[in-house]
């Protein structure tokens, strides 16, 4: 588990440059956390301002490298662009139109890989041959207690939690906010999320060992490859696994902006979806994690949903 | 001009009720004031809290009546319901369907009227003959001190404020909002905004007599009819006015959705619609009023402007 004081450390460096988001109440005992409102519309800010704020000069000077399904690289792009540095960031070469438009914007450069060959780079550690200094998006520990900031806001926000869920993707988000968490109310459950269209870790965890799975979701943000140590880390801080069917997150981001008035994209609602499948009782807080949905898809899902 | 000690005691009488909704920046200079995150979806419920509890308990136990074009009825039935006590609201039957929805899930129970008689028995203060306490949507001076607590917070969150921009219907939301910031900060300007498809107070400010307009816009919250009372407290605190074109008020509504990640109805985003018209520089809050839009336009402003 990460430190409660690396988590804070974090945290302080992060919060000039990230917003401390509002958690709104969603039905009886239930709250959502609205990452959605960070700047780069998700939570991946607080970690990579963390990450970028702890470098050398040196190491800043250098530029920033990172692989992302998406938001990781808005919010890379977004840092360096603050920080006056350049940046550049592998992608998929299936991630959504909005996101590598986002990603130019702000003045970063995409390079779009297959699913097979990202996925062989990240394993071969490609990043160690380029000039950038290199960001890992989920397996950095700075990057990991970076969003721990949620954590902590959470329990000020709404100190009677008892139960926080939390998507999992590459699994940094849980890590720091589990680390965060359960360093100041020990209590807490945990509960890790992802969609039965991708069920890495859910099946992961049934099964002891990574099962072969293709995405077939909209949450694209959780298309993350197995990692043996995210695996170690993972089962020291997510309590229970819940694997959410694909048409109730479909049904999830359209409910989400019609009666929470937040646009999500898919891994972002993945927290809400799981609320209607955990029995009722404790205070639990849904950490809701990014809005960069399509807006075809958004038009799409609000079409056949409401 | 509502005295600054008025809103305060409105402000504080609500807020254990109500959000502090947050304030996010969307480019440079400019910031949005978020209330479709308040309960029901709109800043109506600051209001209706601060005038419902200041009543006595006979009054409050005879119930709420209340007429809205939507979100003063959500609110009012929002109301009703976490004090106790039953609410009907007299509503255009028009309103759009979620609207109407939401009030009965609320416990309040609409009453329907096509438009011509919903004025004329407003005109005739229709409601002095039925049972329950009467609270004016946007007249009543203490809904709109309650409202100006968004002024209040508005000049917490950005101290360096010059400019705030806010949709215009019946008035009672601009009333407050420039009561509270312009006591605290007489300095700022404060920019009263309406589509140019119900242009009803800037083309009474421009002529200086009420002009005949039917409403043809998606801002269907902004549809409030001429009323003597609000003209003259419209003149005393707004200081420019704008009216966006509807082409612009259907993009902008898209536009935060994809870029803000808020939901907003068509009244909601006269104040983002607004900033592209106004010349660069002070820095600005446009307040977002609220999110209820019906699911099929929003799908729709989204296939069309994206």
């Known amino acids: 588990m990460l430190s409660l004081e690396a988590i804070q450390a974090a945290a302080e460096r992060a919060r000039p440059r990230v917003m401390r988001t509002p958690v709104v109440p969603v039905s009886d005992g239930n709250w959502l956390k609205l990452e959605p409102l960070q700047p780069t519309g998700s939570f991946k800010v607080r970690g990579f301002f963390a990450a970028a704020l702890a470098l050398s000069s040196e190491q800043l000077e250098r530029g920033l490298l ?11 792009a977004h840092v360096a662009q603050q920080l006056g540095v350049p940046c550049r960031v592998v992608m998929f070469d299936s991630a959504p139109e909005p996101k590598l438009e986002g990603v130019r914007q702000l003045g970063g450069e995409p390079i779009l890989m297959p699913r097979d060959r ?3 780079w ?11 200094t290199f960001i890992h998006p989920f397996a950095d520990e700075v990057v990991q207690a970076g969003h721990g900031g949620i954590g902590l806001e959470i329990v000020q926000q709404v100190p009677q939690v008892r139960r926080v869920v939390v998507p999992v993707g590459g699994g940094g988000l849980a890590i720091g906010v589990a680390g965060a968490v359960k360093a100041l109310k020990p209590e807490v459950e945990v509960i890790g999320v992802q969609s039965d269209g991708y069920p890495l870790w ?12 293709t995405p077939h979701t909209i949450a694209d943000g959780t298309a993350a490859p197995y990692d043996a140590g995210m695996h170690e880390r993972l089962r020291d801080c997510v309590d229970r696994w819940l694997a959410v069917p694909e048409g109730n997150l479909r049904r999830a981001v359209a409910q989400l902006a019609v009666a929470g008035k937040v646009v999500t994209e898919g891994a972002g609602a993945l927290g809400y979806a799981a609320l209607e499948l955990l029995p009722e009782g404790p205070e639990t807080v849904a950490v809701i994690s990014g809005g960069n949905v399509s807006p075809d898809l958004l038009a799409s899902l609000l079409d056949e949903n409401c």
Do not use: I, K, Y
């Open 66 to 76: 990172t692989v992302s399904a998406g938001n990781a690289a808005l919010a890379c």
């Open 122 to 132: 990240m394993g071969q550690r490609g990043w160690e041959s380029e000039p950038e």
């Open 202 to 213: 859910v099946r992961t965890f049934e099964e002891g060992a990574p099962p072969s799975v």
């Open 118 to 120: 990202l996925l062989d």
